[in-house]
């Protein structure tokens, strides 16, 4: 498979029962590329979202056939530990979800849950996924505030830096602008810019 390719989809089929949600996907996402789904509501797009981390697994009666790779490896083999895989395909969902702590510890909970991040360079990543998503200059004198007090465009570039700290590969964002304002949705839309130079 060409190294430029990040994901390839071959033939891939999701059911929920009965139901097809998603048809013969056959699509090829190169690295560093912003990639958009489109179509109309209740069209499968979160679902197949949800699929390149393998989000589905926790839907009851659901059924798949075809073949996702990231980087030529197939994330439904059997060797593939899935809390891997959600730390290499990070998400973000339409609606932003602060956790109920502040927003230093919105950001920190990834990093500080992994075993090996020594204590002293959490500040480091923190500021350094807050910078990412455009938000440290407007948070930076205010870190121990609650997530909850902050705008919607805020949270959701809130929501960004919490996955951003976690470094993941892939970063998939389900409709991030949808609710918010012109100038939240320029803010989002000006992170997403930068954070292609080194995430697809």
């Known amino acids: 498979m060409p190294e430029r390719d990040k994901i390839i989809l071959q033939q891939f089929n999701f059911f929920y029962g009965n139901y097809c949600a998603l048809k013969e996907i056959n699509l090829k996402v190169r ?3 912003i990639f958009a789904v489109l179509g109309p509501a209740r069209s499968g797009k979160t679902t ?3 699929c390149l981390n393998r989000l589905t697994d926790l839907i009851f009666g659901t059924t798949r ?3 996702i790779f990231i980087d030529g490896q197939d994330i439904y083999g059997p060797e593939v530990y899935r809390p891997d895989l959600r730390r290499r395909v990070g998400m ?3 609606l932003p979800i602060p956790l109920p702590l502040s927003i230093f510890e919105n950001v920190a909970f990834g990093p500080r ?3 090996n991040t020594p204590k002293g360079q959490l500040e480091e990543i923190v500021e350094k996924a807050l910078r990412a998503a455009v938000l440290w200059d407007e948070v930076k004198d205010r870190l121990w505030t609650s997530g909850l007090r902050l705008s919607g465009g805020q949270q959701q570039r809130l929501c960004i830096a919490r996955v951003l700290a976690l470094e993941p590969e892939v970063i998939l964002l389900d409709e991030p602008c949808s609710g ?4 939240s949705t320029a803010s989002i839309e000006g992170s997403l810019t930068k954070l292609k130079e080194k995430y697809t």
């Open 31 to 33: 690295r560093n590329q």
């Open 48 to 50: 197949l979202l949800k």
């Open 65 to 67: 056939t075809g073949q």
């Open 92 to 94: 973000v969902f339409d």
């Open 113 to 115: 849950m992994k075993e």
């Open 180 to 183: 918010l304002d012109p100038i």
